[in-house]
């Protein structure tokens, strides 16, 4: 559908402008006046206008739940929407201006603040979206938006404990390589004048070392180009969206993370389910919704076929209890939750049931992989000054 950029002039004297898809610039002018606005004109934008806020820089996660929830306040406080939009883009950086006037040139184009923030999908969840739309529609907007707001934040903090708990380790590993590598091209060449004396009498350990160090001493710059070629590759690959959940499903099998991983993903769908349905959205639309948060196709295959037996009259309980998308203790506490007509109240408790475990389990994880870590880094540094020093000790014996 083409897009239209208009300015037009409220009754208050104000003008607005912003962009909007109509059929026909006819289609503009007759929107702009049911919203009491005199038009002053309507043109076709550039192609992509539109969406240039999703080819920029996005804003932070955490700079767009400061500012729903500061919305949520402007908008309790009987601001009305467009007002608290523009209040927030007042006061803000460059990426939350940008969205937060998106928003209001959409809104004032007389599309609802769903349908706006259904045009920044990188931005806003689907879910989220789908929430906003029930709260419009039930009246109910603030309590909404506190509830997306409190959502977000529980998800920012158990991101971030899950990020420290796989950046410690790799910041040992990283470490480890980067003394390694500083030993192999620095360090031992300065020793290799010496160990030449000794020849074919070097033990196997302090032979490997200097073989090392000579290659990569000879090859430095095809070894770095190597790496920086293998980590663009890696970063190609883990790009795409089908990489990365295959990646994740092959990880949620190793012994010790497949308990956290399991974790993981049941928090998260049981608390959107409670979180859409607790929202006024109904059961099959937040079933449609959880197939955008399950990103293996044996996970949505599973919401399909729970979709459709819901929408066949079976109960959702029933049809959740024959796949494996949950645990069955979560199902249970599901079926309670359905028999007695609180479903949301229940997925709530459920939701965080299975996140005090999962904080348990990474506890657990980080516990056992920061020793590890240590030990292999350990591991890797003494062999190789035991080397050069088991060298260096039969030079001495040499000379005696």
């Known amino acids: 559908m083409p897009q239209f950029r208009y300015r037009a002039v409220t ?12 059929p026909t610039r006819e289609e503009v002018l007759r929107r702009i006046e049911y919203l009491g606005h005199m038009p002053i004109e309507a043109e076709l934008a550039a192609k992509g206008r539109l969406t240039a806020l999703s080819g920029g820089v996005q804003p932070p996660p955490r700079d767009v739940t400061i500012f729903l929830r500061q919305l949520a306040l402007l908008i309790g406080s009987r601001l009305t929407l467009e007002a608290g939009l523009q209040t927030l883009a007042e006061d803000a950086s460059k990426p939350m201006m940008r969205f937060a006037e998106a928003l209001r040139a959409t809104i004032s184009a007389g599309d609802s603040f769903a349908e706006a923030l259904e ?22 907007l603030e309590p909404v938006l506190r509830a997306i707001v409190e959502d977000r934040a529980r998800k920012e903090l158990l991101g971030e404990r899950i990020n420290s708990a796989i950046r410690y380790p790799l910041f040992l590993i990283g470490s480890a390589v980067l003394i390694l590598f500083f030993f192999l091209v620095y360090v031992v060449p300065q020793f290799e004048p010496v160990f030449k004396d000794i020849g074919d009498r070097l033990n196997g350990g302090a032979a490997f070392v200097l073989a090392a160090s000579a290659w990569l001493h000879a090859n430095l710059y095809s070894f770095l180009a190597g790496c920086a070629a293998s980590a663009f590759f890696l970063w190609l690959i883990f790009s795409r969206k089908e990489a990365r959940v295959r990646s994740i499903a092959v990880l949620a099998r190793a012994p010790g993370v497949a308990g956290p991983m399991r974790d993981a993903r049941t928090t998260r769908l049981v608390s959107a389910l409670g979180l859409l349905v607790g929202n006024g959205v109904p059961l099959p639309t937040a079933l449609k919704i959880l197939r955008d948060i399950v990103a293996d196709p044996g996970g949505i295959a599973a ?72 030990i292999f880094v350990s591991v890797i540094v003494g062999a190789l000054v035991v080397s050069i020093m088991s060298a260096l000790l039969s030079i001495t014996e040499l000379a005696l």
Do not use: C, W
């Not at 045009?119 to 109910?140: D, K, N």
């Not at 037996?309 to 199902?331: W, Y």
């Open 11 to 22: 009754s208050a004297g104000e003008v607005v402008s912003g962009e909007v898809e109509a």
């Open 119 to 140: 045009r920044h999908p990188a931005i806003i969840e689907p879910a989220y979206v789908a929430m906003v739309r029930a709260g419009e529609a039930s009246g109910r």
């Open 303 to 374: 919401i399909d076929k729970v979709l459709a037996q819901v929408r066949s009259g079976r109960r959702f309980a029933e049809a959740l209890a024959e796949t494996d998308l949950l645990p069955s203790l979560a199902v249970r506490m599901l079926r309670v939750g359905e028999e007695t007509g609180d479903l949301a109240s229940i997925a709530a408790h459920a939701a965080q049931f299975y996140e005090h475990r999962l904080n348990l389990g990474l506890d657990r994880l980080m516990g056992a992989i920061g020793p590890i870590a240590i």
